[in-house]
């Protein structure tokens, strides 16, 4: 009788149907995940990438000469990595995480360093871990100046989410009582060397405004759940089988696998989301599967987008419909523009002298740390914004002149000088401009339109690039350090990797793309809450501000779909 089988077109949606759908893995996805499966809902957590399962890393415990090119690239790498090999990061210990360029090409109107991962995990295993909370000097800063839109939230809105984030990731640090960098939930910092020590108490003593703290960063120095501390080798960027630094493979995707509640499906490229006229909301997405070249479509009814900042501004691109015709939730034509990364570039080093007997054990992987001064202490009438600064202090091995024999083989086992060394992060305003499009003349081996990004640093960054080299000087200068040498070029736009804004918060659907709590003005199903959502970029690392965010718009989420609003 009709009826009594089951449409096969149902059958296969229930199958594909969840209550959420996350899309990336990196850190924004994963804490999306595990505080979603942990509300009790069904999720499902897609990757474009290949799995990585902790702690099974491949390279993590190998020792230098176990690798084919003693480190080195070979020329196949360069040439299938051409973008990755602009960055430092891109090693032949790690290169098995990264993206095949060659495979994955995108359209540079102006060069644009798009660092990226190839694997279930993202970035999560690559970042730099460094975390520091935003202040009301950054969320208020568009609103004062007039550069981009006014911040929907301050720091009160989200300091109790700094404060959840920070317990599970296990940050270490001090409580320095800097106004402009709010302290936060600890575990014990690491320690100064000795001429860092040095450093901090020279500097000090003779600039007021400026201060030098260790660094802030996602590494423990105490075990927590399952997790043990950092074991201080400098090998982090292999993926760290102890669970010692914060990253989803390690942390929040064990957490939301162990509510039963998580299916996660990698080699899953996301096309599009899809939008259903009738209901005026997003019913699902449709992907392609990386290995079978097939295409496939699940549902659910809320989406949550965190494939990092360029992806996920393409992905709405992509979804056009009646309602969208220029991408999904564009009414505002915001998607894709107001493009932000932080400038870096600079170097500045000195030697130090009269620590000749002094020496440290283990690879600390943090730097001391420089909030900024610039434009909250010290005006600075040339530019808008500000900049902080790391540093560091280290002695290689001794440098003989003569480099050969057993004389010089007897010589590298003496330590070398003492140097010290500034570098750091500068602020990038966002501008309209600066924005990524899709070029429909041109595909990508996915059939999909190609990836087109336009960005630039402009005068603001580049008078701040300016002051930075020369304010590094005069400080090793000023504090008698010695032999101060200057090797600074400010980087290309995306290689700080802290690439935002394209989709950002606001307080008015006609000037942003999602509201206070990281949901669409006007697509009241879909969250975002990878980088994408940032109105402006600061100069602070952003990657512990995304997972505030995060938990914040999962809490939100949760409490309107109980209440059936989404």
Known sequence: MPGDTPNIHSIAKDKNSFDVIVVGTGVTGGWAAKELCEKGFKVLLLDRGKNVEHPKYPTATKDP????????????????????????????????????????????????????????????????RACYRWSDHEFESNLKDGHGVDWPIRYKDLAPWYDYVERFVGVSGNKDGIESLPDGEFQPPFEMNCVEKDFKSRLEAKYNSRKVIIGRTANLTKPIDGRTQCQARNLCHRGCPFGAYFSTNASTMPAAIATGNLTVRPNSLVTKVIYDEQKSKASGVEI????????????????????????????????????????????????????????????????????????????????????????????????????????????????????????????????????????????????????????????????????????????????????????????????????????????????????????????????????????????????????????????????ITYMALTARACDYAAKEMKKGNI
């Not at 600390?364 to 909030?371: A, G, M, S």
Request: hydrophobic content about 30%; proline content about 5%; glycine content about 8%.
């Open 288 to 543: 392609i599967d990386t290995e079978t070249k097939k295409t496939a479509t699940f549902f659910a009814r809320v989406i949550f987008l965190n494939a990092s900042t360029v992806a996920t501004a393409a992905l709405l691109l992509r979804s056009t419909s009646s309602r969208f015709p220029n991408g999904l939730g564009n009414g505002s034509d915001q998607i894709g523009r107001n493009l932000m990364d932080h400038h870096k570039g600079i170097s500045v080093t000195a030697t130090v002298e009269g620590f000749e007997n002094s020496y440290y054990s283990g690879r600390r992987p943090n730097p001391l740390y420089i909030p900024r001064f610039k434009n909250i202490l010290e005006p600075n009438g040339d530019y808008l914004r500000g900049f902080h600064l790391n540093a560091g202090a280290s002695r290689g091995a001794a440098q003989p002149e003569v480099q050969i024999g057993a004389d010089f083989k007897t010589a590298l086992t003496e330590p070398g000088l003492w140097k010290v060394r500034l570098y750091g992060y500068g602020e990038c305003l966002p501008y309209p401009e600066n924005r990524i499009t899709l070029n429909h003349e041109k595909k990508d081996p996915w059939g999909l339109p190609m990836i087109s990004i336009d960005c630039t640093f402009k005068e603001n960054e580049q008078k701040m690039h300016k002051d930075m080299v020369a304010t590094c000087r005069e400080m090793l200068t000023s504090l008698g350090y010695k032999d101060v040498k200057d090797t600074s070029e400010i980087s290309a736009p995306g290689n700080a990797n802290h690439e935002m804004g394209t989709v950002r918060m606001g307080r008015d659907p006609k000037t942003s793309v999602l509201n206070g709590f990281n949901q669409m003005h006007e697509v009241a199903n879909v969250f975002v809450t990878d980088g994408s959502c940032m109105a402006s970029s600061s100069c602070l690392n952003p990657s």
């Open 65 to 128: 000469w176990e690798f084919a090119h003693r480190g080195s690239l070979s020329q196949a790498d360069k040439k299938d990595h051409a973008i990755q090999t602009r960055h430092y990061s891109y090693r032949d210990d790690n290169k098995h995480f990264y993206i095949n360029d060659t495979e994955n090409p995108y359209e540079e109107i102006n060069r644009f360093d798009w660092i990226r991962g190839d694997i279930v995990g993202g970035r999560s295993l690559l970042w730099g």
